[in-house]
């Protein structure tokens, strides 16, 4: 079975530059999260989607970070215009509809980020 | 909300046991969890324990668990030079379908 995707692995770029950042969670996975985990701290959620829809985007600075899954399976997350305090490494993790044994989440490798 | 605490680093010899600490203030979660982190690698599922268990042991892994003081261990036995990472204790935010809060994470230096 595949894990879930992200890419770029990595981005560079300038202060109020926009970037954009995509997943493919787990196939069959309806449960798709965004966590931001900035250097030195463990991770924190920005935004749960339920196949399409969002469960919880309460941590999601929405003046300038967005998501989407449009069709409930990718996910492309986008900040608009990037801080310096955005640099971070960029998590997706999906889940199953049952959860499994254990309601796991699987983590992608992430994509770091850096705002110069 | 939910918080989790850890130490944040450890440093231990090869061949001796690491205790890996974690509290947290929730006591509503069904499910908690200890996940590693190896350098510019994504987070590893590396156990669990359902919240009605007090000791669930994995091969080198012990994970112990008291509800009464919310508190959350890790014991790696015989640790080797492979086990060197960052560990973060998690635990779901509510019970359900909910995301994770995650500690700080606790580095684990392994001395040969």
């Known amino acids: 079975e595949a894990g879930v995707a992200q890419s770029p692995r990595y981005k560079i770029i300038e202060k109020r530059q926009s970037v954009a950042f995509w997943c493919n969670p787990i196939?069959?996975?309806?449960?798709l999260y965004w966590y931001q985990q900035i250097l030195g701290q463990g991770p924190k959620l920005l935004i749960q989607?339920?196949?399409?829809?969002?469960?919880?985007d309460s941590q999601l600075p929405k003046d300038r970070f967005s998501a989407e899954r449009l069709k409930g399976v990718d996910s492309t997350l986008k900040i608009q215009p990037a801080k310096l305090e955005d640099s971070a490494v960029y998590l997706c993790?999906?889940?199953?509809?049952?959860?499994?044994?254990?309601?796991?989440?699987?983590f992608g490798p992430g994509t770091r980020l850096t705002v110069l | 909300g939910e918080d989790v605490e850890q130490s944040l680093f450890l440093s231990v010899r090869e061949g001796d046991s690491s205790v890996i600490n974690c509290t947290y203030t929730d006591s509503s979660s069904t499910y908690l969890y200890w996940y590693k982190q190896e350098p510019g690698a994504g987070l590893q599922l590396l156990t669990y324990?359902?919240?009605?268990?007090d000791m669930k042991q994995d091969q080198r892994l012990t994970v112990l668990l008291n509800k009464k003081d919310k508190h959350l261990s890790l014991r790696i036995a015989d640790t080797q030079t492979g086990d060197s990472a960052i560990y973060f204790c998690?635990?779901?935010?509510?019970?359900?379908?909910?995301?994770?809060?995650f500690g700080k994470g606790t580095r684990l230096s392994v001395i040969a």
């Open positions: 196939s069959g996975h309806a449960t």
């Open positions: 324990i359902f919240s009605n268990m």
């Open positions: 993790a999906s889940r199953g509809v049952a959860g499994g044994l254990n309601n796991e989440q699987f």
């Open positions: 998690a635990v779901p935010r509510n019970s359900g379908n909910t995301p994770l809060v």
């Open positions: 989607f339920q196949n399409n829809g969002v469960v919880d």
